[in-house]
């Protein structure tokens, strides 16, 4: 158990030095010493990390293996958040691959803990990797939906320039220039998306009403493009 913790930390700390190699070789050697105990915690543990490593080496099948691997080890502890965590990350890798019918179902899963547990911070984490996926998938009612609830559940605690993106996109598909305009002024203080700025500033407040994320924005990436 010492040796499996003290793996498990040294690849910890090569991951957060960068040393990716470094720290796959110690966690593998913590997922051996694992094999021997009966420990899924501290084996979920290791496994989410080896995710986020191999996720961080752009490694996304190899990354999204070790996140399940976490989500079954944390689910026979009953650590709900982890398994929770483990599910958005997953989510979040297959994002990054533009497989969403696959990032939606965990991602979701963590939806669901974190408005049940009032989990408000891991909410805020959660909303915002829902958002970008709906709008990649150019999916507006549903990406609507999921920018409501950052005020139905007071938990904006982090990256506020995209939040102010996402509203201002919203203002202007319903013909509210101006109140999108108000609003691109807060996320460029706080930092926000040039392109999606650009487009926003260019729309004249003609009181029309856009229909879908296109209007606004033509060469807005489909699914079949990078975002």
């Known amino acids: 158990d010492e040796r499996a ?18 720290a796959i070789f110690a966690l593998m050697a913590a997922e051996e010493s694992c094999r021997a105990l009966d420990n899924p915690h501290l084996e979920g543990l290791v496994y989410r990390t ?23 080890c944390f689910q026979r502890a009953g650590l709900e958040y982890h398994d929770a965590h483990s599910k958005l990350l997953m989510g979040a890798t297959y994002g990054r ?22 989990a408000d911070g891991f909410l805020c984490n959660v909303l915002h990797e829902l958002a970008q996926v709906y709008l990649q998938r150019g999916e507006y009612r549903e990406f609507v939906d999921v920018v409501t609830l950052f005020d139905k559940h007071d938990c904006l605690f982090f990256n ?33 998306w040039a392109e999606v700025v650009e487009n926003l500033e260019e729309l004249e407040d003609d009181g029309e009403i856009y229909e879908s994320i296109e209007d606004i924005w033509p060469d807005y990436p489909s699914k079949d493009d990078f975002f």
């Open 50 to 72: 080896m995710g986020a490593v191999y996720g961080a080496e752009l490694l996304s099948d190899t990354a999204i293996e070790a996140y399940a691997k976490a989500c079954d």
């Open 160 to 192: 506020k320039s995209d939040y102010y993106c996402y509203r201002a996109i919203m203002a202007t598909c319903e013909g509210e220039i101006r109140s999108a305009h108000e609003l691109i002024d807060y996320a460029v203080r706080s930092g926000a």
């Open 97 to 118: 691959l533009r497989n969403f019918d696959d990032a939606l179902p965990p991602m979701h899963a963590a939806l669901e803990y974190a408005i049940d547990n009032h």
């Open 5 to 22: 913790r003290a793996m498990y930390q040294h690849g910890l700390v090569m991951h957060s030095t960068g040393k990716s190699a470094e």
